[in-house]
């Protein structure tokens, strides 16, 4: 690369929480840099966390935070060409991928959900990500999957 590579931006914490976290997924979620409704959603989807969890004795950011850690993963494949043939190389992710990775995630099988708003159907999957389960945590379970079924590969690693 002739430049380098682009200074990482500087991301402020949420006016609510006081969380740089909850801002890197809202800003995950935005629409058309619709940030202010974003945040709508997402605060909406924590409260409405907090009624269906009263019980765990956690406060509503801590259940998201335990559901996005559930939905990290630690390995991931990639596609290597060697010698003309393809193979699936299992990489270790680095931090601030598996943090993108798992609020990607998170917010994608939320929009697949079916329900009547998306702070519904984002709710349903921080819930069910904090009880090891939904569509974002089955993602996590096949990419391990894969990278354990290709480990003997791991030696063309990048």
Excluded: C
Excluded at 55 to 63: A, S
Excluded at 74 to 96: D, H, L, N, Y
């Amino acid at each position: 690369m002739r430049k380098g590579r682009p200074k990482k931006r500087i991301i402020l914490p949420d006016p609510k929480y006081k969380d740089r976290l909850v801002t890197q997924f809202v800003n995950n979620l935005m629409f058309n840099g619709k940030k202010s409704t974003a945040f709508s959603i997402f605060y909406e989807a924590i409260d409405l966390v907090e009624e269906k969890v009263k019980e765990e004795g956690k406060t509503p950011l801590d259940i998201w935070k335990q559901a996005l850690s559930n939905i990290t993963p630690q390995v991931e494949v990639k596609s290597r060409r060697v010698g003309g043939a393809t193979f699936q190389v299992p990489i270790e992710v680095r931090q601030e991928r598996k943090v993108s990775l798992s609020m990607k995630n998170m917010i994608k099988f939320a929009r697949q959900r079916s329900g009547r708003s998306m702070s519904e159907k984002l709710a349903a999957e921080i819930v069910a990500a904090y009880k090891l389960e939904g569509g974002a945590f089955k993602r996590k379970e096949d990419m391990h999957r894969m990278a354990e079924a290709n480990k003997a590969f791991a030696h063309f690693r990048i």
